[in-house]
């Protein structure tokens, strides 16, 4: 969980449903992720909506 409190901005893209955790310790290494559709829906309003 503590991933997702440390995602950039770049670390995410919309366009493809991608995230990519970047995070390299001595048990986790950098992994990518998929976003279902209405989560990439939802986060595209809340990104368009939230930057002037």
Do not use: W
Not at 29 to 38: E, Q, T
């Amino acid at each position: 969980m503590g991933e997702v409190y440390s995602l950039s901005v770049e670390q995410v893209d919309l366009e493809n449903g991608i995230i990519k955790l970047m995070k390299n310790s001595a048990t986790k290494r950098a992994y990518i992720s998929f976003l279902h559709r209405y989560s990439r829906v939802y986060l595209y309003i809340y990104d368009s909506c939230s930057r002037p």
